[in-house]
């Protein structure tokens, strides 16, 4: 079947360390991968995208990897700051652009 | 410049009525998505328009939801017989292109079902 997984747990991490998230997806065919930022209440808010043909992509201090033979992308924020608290989902946008399918979220806490 | 909005802001209603909601995307956007958010849940996908055709329905979880979008721009969605398991955040994003590469998303119309 196909599905989206991300941290299964919510990730807690010392500020000024690098928060690794991680997006394993099985029975899809990416067009590209896309990672997005929610706070609660609020509507999710677009932060990187990657390709499958791309490796990397780097945005000031968020990193992207994409492996399309593990089927996995991972996000970094480097020197993190509790200003990064928040959900991260990632959503995959299938080869024919009609559907994008977000994963669960991930619920992560920079602790001061 | 405007953002996506969504209207209303929050929506209580009794078991068994209709509801709309709606969605003003961004002026020129000619992609559109509904979604739905349950309590602590990721966003599930409804429907996509691109301009003002849905090439693909079957997100919509029953045939109690429509969703309509006219003049290629202001979408509705239509809950009939609303029922409880119904009640979550439904969000409205839009986009340049079905191709591009982000979603606006609007705040999003919370429903509660009593």
């Known amino acids: 079947s196909q599905k989206i997984e991300q941290n299964s747990e919510a990730l807690n991490i010392q500020e000024g360390k690098t928060a690794t998230l991680t997006c394993n997806y099985t029975?899809?065919?990416?067009?590209?991968l896309q990672w997005y930022r929610q706070d609660p209440g609020r509507g999710p808010v677009f932060l990187l995208l990657i390709r499958e043909n791309e490796k990397e992509k780097r945005k000031e201090r968020l990193k992207v990897t994409f492996d399309t033979t593990l089927k996995q992308s991972l996000f970094h924020i480097t020197a993190s700051q509790p200003a990064d608290s928040a959900t991260y989902l990632c959503?995959?946008?299938?080869?024919?652009?009609?559907?994008?399918?977000f994963g669960p979220g991930t619920s992560l806490s920079v602790i001061p | 410049g405007a953002g996506v909005s969504q209207s209303p802001s929050n929506k209580v209603t009794e078991k068994g009525k209709d509801v709309e909601l709606r969605c003003d995307p961004i002026s020129g956007h000619t992609a559109l998505y509904w979604y739905r958010q349950s309590l602590g849940q990721g966003l599930e996908f409804l429907i996509y328009f691109q301009g003002n055709s849905a090439p693909d329905k079957s997100g919509l979880p029953s045939d109690r939801f429509s969703a309509e979008r006219t003049g290629g721009s202001v979408s509705t969605l239509t809950i009939q017989r609303t029922q409880q398991e119904d009640s979550a955040v439904y969000l409205c994003?839009?986009?340049?292109?079905?191709?591009?590469?982000?979603?606006?998303f609007g705040p999003g119309t919370r429903l509660t079902v009593l």
């Open positions: 994003a839009s986009s340049p292109s079905r191709q591009a590469n982000e979603q606006f």
């Open positions: 029975n899809y065919s990416p067009a590209y």
């Open positions: 959503a995959l946008v299938t080869a024919s652009y009609d559907k994008v399918i």
